[in-house]
């Protein structure tokens, strides 16, 4: 990173947006994690979390703001976290302006079909539909959290304000939240927050609306193609039936999902039809690509359809860029040289899965250009927001 300070955070894996919020936060600023009174009380947990005796980076302020990066969860999670900031919640000093460029990775910021197909009940979430792969995963983490003072810290749920683990609660207590799970049911979970139910609920709100000194880009990832027997449909290249055969399975059922039967019907597919021109400028003009955004409900990276993954709210002139380009090709230099603050540079990425590019390292060339690229654009950020001198 070119002699600059970095910082890798974990938070909750399954927890809400609002807890893992709270979580990052806390690992900067340093501090006892405060979820804060009102939604601890509303949601059933502790108000306070874990301690971070020692900050990652204390000295965060307006004067001395970081660059965000995220992939899948980590992208709404950050936008959460602007949200947060920009309504005091953690404090009135706070400035939205802390956080100076977003860049998100395969990040489901308007919802996923997956999170049905996992046993999230299209008709009445958070209920979660018995036997599912979803009420399986519920039961794993709450196994987990209870042994959790014994397993590595890969297992780390960071439950600490919901007493699960052994010490703080008893064996009859684990029984009963395997029977039902008032976590993986409840509103303050993952799972719900990647409903379009939820992601609604949030845009009512105008959450994600773009902080106009805030540089925003997102790389949109896609493993499938037009079906050509059902337009509109997509289905996944079938070469990903060998390297990735779970995120085939799941990439074929989002790529014919009915999205009637969620209920309510989501914004995505009411507005699509209003929203279909967005504007593409690989060549550097821009293309009317009218028809697009309706197929983008269907295509996907095998967890997360592609419309989702550009950013939150609608697509608008004033709002977004869409630049459709290879890794690693800079015959478009302007494209990426673009530094413009308060609106979203989305790149779609074609022939690539949820994990193609993060968060393993699998030392591709696309990987390889993909950080020199977000290097490139953050060196061009602190260069124009006045935070490093030109050399
Ligand atoms: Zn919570
Ligand atoms: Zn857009």
């Not at 969860?73 to 919640?89: E, H, N, V």
């Not at 207590?173 to 409903?195: C, I, M, N, Q, Y």
């Not at 059902?230 to 995120?247: E, Q």
């Not at 095998?302 to 290879?326: D, I, K």
């Amino acid at each position: 990173m070119g002699g600059k300070l970095y910082a890798i955070t974990s938070v909750g894996p399954v927890s809400s947006l609002h807890d893992r919020a709270c979580e990052l936060y806390y690992a900067l600023r340093g501090g006892i994690v405060d979820y804060g009174a009102q939604h601890a009380e509303e949601n059933g947990h502790a108000r306070y979390g874990r301690t971070h005796e020692q900050g990652l980076y204390p000295e965060w302020s307006r004067e001395k703001p970081l660059h965000f990066l995220g992939h899948s969860m980590g992208g709404p999670t950050i936008i959460k976290l602007q949200w947060l900031i920009s309504i005091d919640f953690f404090s009135d000093t706070d400035h939205s302006d802390m956080l100076l460029s977003i860049t998100t990775i395969s990040a489901p910021f308007r919802g996923s079909q997956a999170v049905y197909a996992l046993g999230e009940r299209t008709d009445k979430p958070p209920s979660v539909r018995p036997f599912s792969v979803g009420a399986m995963i519920a039961k794993f983490v709450h196994v987990a959290s209870y042994f959790s003072p014994f397993l590595p810290a890969v297992l780390d749920f960071h439950a600490d304000a919901r007493s699960l683990s052994c010490y703080t609660s008893d064996f009859w207590t684990l029984v009963k939240h395997l029977w039902h799970s008032d976590w993986a049911e409840g509103r303050d979970a993952s799972p719900f927050d990647v409903t379009f139910q939820a992601s609604d609920h949030r845009e009512a709100h105008l959450e994600g609306l773009v902080n106009p000194k805030t540089f925003y880009r997102s790389y949109a990832t896609c493993m499938t193609e037009r079906s050509s027997v059902n337009w509109g449909f997509h289905i996944p290249r079938i070469k990903s039936v060998i390297y990735v055969p779970g995120l085939y399975a799941l990439s074929r059922a989002m790529g014919m999902f009915d999205f009637s039967v969620v209920n309510p019907t989501p914004d995505c597919v009411k507005k699509s039809k209003l929203d279909s021109e967005y504007f593409e400028n690989s060549s550097g003009s821009e293309v009317d690509t009218k028809g697009k955004t309706q197929e983008a409900l269907w295509a996907n990276d095998g967890v997360v359809p592609l419309f989702s993954q550009w950013h939150p709210l609608s697509c608008s002139t004033t709002h977004c860029r869409h630049y459709a380009r290879a890794l690693g090709d800079t015959s478009h230099k302007q494209d990426l040289a673009a530094v413009q603050s308060g609106l979203w540079h989305v790149y779609h990425i074609d022939d690539a899965n949820h994990i193609s590019l993060a968060p393993i390292w699998f030392g591709t060339s696309r990987q390889k250009a993909l950080w020199r690229e977000v290097g490139q654009w953050l060196r061009n950020i602190d260069v124009s927001s006045g935070f490093q001198q030109r050399p």
